[in-house]
């Protein structure tokens, strides 16, 4: 379905943001940068407008999903918004058991490990996703020039919660059953692919700018895996979104080993963790591709001196891209003060 004549990405065809343009590979007058979590527990107003609210029911909620999304681009002049949600709530909106612990993440009340089990997920439909919609409408309303972008858990990442039955580091029962039981893998991972498709494709049909696949558990894949078992499906999902024109990011931690295989489901950006430096990430990929990355997060507890130091080498080494969009290696701690985040901000606006 093609985008209506006020979505963002055709009313400003002729004058695209600077993170749009740099996702499709120019160089901007200034160097872009956003957060991932940079909507959250580490701002205060965050904090206090969650009190009584779980979770999940938080993103459900339009206009509170809405606010929380626009809270950091307030505060801190970033590049762009992320939408609030999770990555678990196309899985919730599908019908199946699962809520957020405190401390812990996602967890299921029944892990899908057989074929009878796969068989038995419901399919989302489409009209779950109103509240969704909804949120990114209001969202891309306030935020005037400034883009969001939305965001999707690939297929293993949920298919590893759902397996696992909450979070897991090493994701040894999904590992297995990916190997043990071919036929019902694929049958998990095709549901995967298409409820986080969907849940894309909302975002983007509403207003999102920009998409990002997030894959936070295909660090533990062998390359071989992660080509022959996984990169299929994160393709599969993609195809949901792919002839609406809007740039698309792929990101996963600790996927050094795995750029090339990740750049190749189809993407246009390819964020990268702070375990590898930016002119490395360049030279595996080619050369050819936008990044998006990468400061170590826990030196956003460092003396000024060192995370600006640090900064300027990330800054520095994301020149051997064709283009290159700030951000952290991973999420914003809980514990960062957001003033840090905002002098990165003002930093790299000014850096020349």
Known sequence: MPLNSSHPLVARRNTPPALIRAFRGERPERTPVWFMRQAGRSLPEYRELRVGTDMLDACLQPEL??????????????????????IVIPVKLAGVD????????????????????????????????????????????????????????????????????????????????????????????????????AFLAAQIEAGASAGQLFDSWAGSLSVADYTQNVAPFSAQALESVRGLDAPLVHFGVGTGPLLPAMKAVGVDVMGVDWRLPLDEASHRL?????????????????????????VRDVLDRGKSAPAHVVNLGHGVPPETDPTVLTRIVEFVHSYE
């Open 65 to 86: 999903a809405s606010e929380i999304t626009l809270q950091p681009v307030r505060r801190h002049g970033v590049d762009a918004g992320i939408f609030f949600s999770d």
């Open 98 to 197: 699962v809520r957020i612990v405190p401390g812990r993440g996602p967890v299921l009340a029944e892990p899908v490990r057989t074929a009878a089990a796969v068989a038995a997920l419901p399919e989302l439909d489409r009209a779950a996703l109103a509240p969704i919609r909804q949120a990114v409408a209001l969202t891309v309303a306030s935020l005037g020039d400034t883009p969001l972008i939305g965001f999707a858990g690939a297929p293993y990442t949920l298919a590893s919660y759902l397996v696992e039955g909450g979070p897991s580091k090493e994701q040894l029962k999904t590992r297995a059953l990916m190997h043990s039981d071919p036929s019902t893998w694929a049958a998990l991972l095709s549901w995967c692919a298409r409820v986080t498709g």
């Open 286 to 310: 080619g050369g050819d591709v936008p990044l998006q990355g990468n400061i170590d997060p826990a030196l956003l507890d460092a003396p000024w001196s060192v995370l600006e130091a640090h």
